[in-house]
């Protein structure tokens, strides 16, 4: 796939991000899950040096040449990897202390739309999922050889599926006739599977006055793909690695913030900040995750599950 610079792209949540992360010239950041590069070119923007990591070649791809062009001049450094490993690479880069963490653990649109990845029902497509291309287990190997007691918890596990132990007979029972290979393969047995009707599009919203009034509606397959994409790439094990590697890398002062979009992503979150503020390691900045206004999810649906989390190191005494 060839990614223009100029495509565009919706960064969730920028002006609660801005006003959190407290920007200051030759500050040091960390954007741990640079995807299309909004949040850093801000940074850059206001004098602050960025590393940015992300382990999509393809979304750090697009970040180099939008940041190119948002920040002439200016290069921030962006290295291919999860951030489960962001404490060597800030190491190894000079980053070992800094002002401010940002990960935003959701995915660009880009990433969704690309029939290629397999992360959307949207557009058939292999049935993937994987970000690092390097990772060895796709979408389709889980789906294929998965007991069907282990298909219904993973479901249930990562995708809050209500469905999930009809939906795993169903798979079971389908790949025997002929294993699933498409993203149009599972989403279609999926609707043949949900008695209710859904809509394509996913958002329906009317203007009352002048305010936005929305209802969302999920395709039943979201939750079965959101599932098996965390499965896939490991997403709630690296985030449980990455929080006290992040937590270690700020200064006194320093401020972690994360936007998750999974209710088991939230958990960890908010877990860990709780543990730090117990042991007056930290302040919570967010009694509440800070979420989209209905202005920001009538523009971007996407945003609709996003939950904000800050956190600032207190200073050691």
Known sequence: MTLNADQTHTTVLFLEVL??????SGGRYIDATVGSGGHSAEICKIGG?????DQDPLSLDFARKYLENACPGIFPILVNSNFSKIQAVAESHGFSSVDGILMDLGFAS???????RGLSFSND?????RLDPNLGVTAADLVNSLPEKELEHLFREFGDEPKAHVLARKIVEGRKLKPFT??????SLVEQTNLTKWSNDGTKSRHIGSQIRYKTHLHP?????????????SELENLKIALPQAFELLKPGGRLLIISFH??????V????????????????TKKPVVPTEAEIYENPRARSAKLRVLEKMTNK
């Open 19 to 24: 006003n959190f992360q407290k920007v200051k």
């Open 49 to 53: 040096e960025v590393l940015g990591l």
């Open 110 to 116: 880009f990433q969704m739309d690309e029939p290629t």
């Open 125 to 129: 497509g292999p049935l993937d999922m």
């Open 182 to 187: 498409s993203t149009r393969d599972l989403a």
């Open 221 to 233: 397959a979201t939750r079965i793909f959101m599932a098996l994409r965390i499965a896939v790439n």
């Open 263 to 268: 209710s088991g992503e939230d958990r960890i």
């Open 270 to 285: 908010k877990n860990a900040f709780r543990d730090w503020e117990r042991e007056k390691k930290g302040k919570i900045l």
